[in-house]
Nanobody
Framework: QVQLVESGGGLVQPGGSLRLSCAAS????????MRWYRQAPGKERELVAG????????NYADSVKGRFTISRDNAKNAVYLQMNSLKPEDTAVYYC????????????WGQGTRVTVSS
């Protein structure tokens, strides 16, 4: 049974930090590219950051560059998103996403964790 379980969301003041975690199970985590997406109220889901299977390639949305850091630990089947200097516009539900493009495309979503940045 495939599972992606996010944790670490919550309420934080502007300028604060949070670290999101995504625990994976039920598939070969080390062969998947992992991404974090977010969806703010009334907006479309957007890509925040991505990391390839061995961590050699990483990308970020322009809106989070220099503030967020994505990382993964294949030994623990986990991916992380360190979020610093948080802004009210970072308020959203954050989703973990796994994708692998071999002969077929396999992908999975987590259920999301809510991040609220407010004073």
């Amino acid at each position: 049974q495939v599972q992606l379980v996010e944790s670490g969301g919550g309420l934080v003041q502007p300028g604060g930090s949070l670290r999101l975690s995504c625990a994976a199970s039920g598939f070969t985590f080390s062969t998947y590219t992992m991404r974090w997406y977010r969806q703010a109220p009334g907006k479309e889901r957007e890509l925040v950051a991505g990391i390839d299977s061995d961590g050699g390639w990483i990308n970020y949305a322009d809106s989070v560059k220099g503030r967020f850091t994505i990382s993964r630990d294949n030994a623990k089947n986990a991916v992380y998103l360190q979020m610093n200097s948080l802004k009210p516009e970072d308020t959203a539900v954050y989703y973990c996403y796994a994708v692998r493009r071999w002969s077929t495309i396999m992908s999975y979503w987590g259920q999301g964790t809510r991040v609220t940045v407010s004073s």
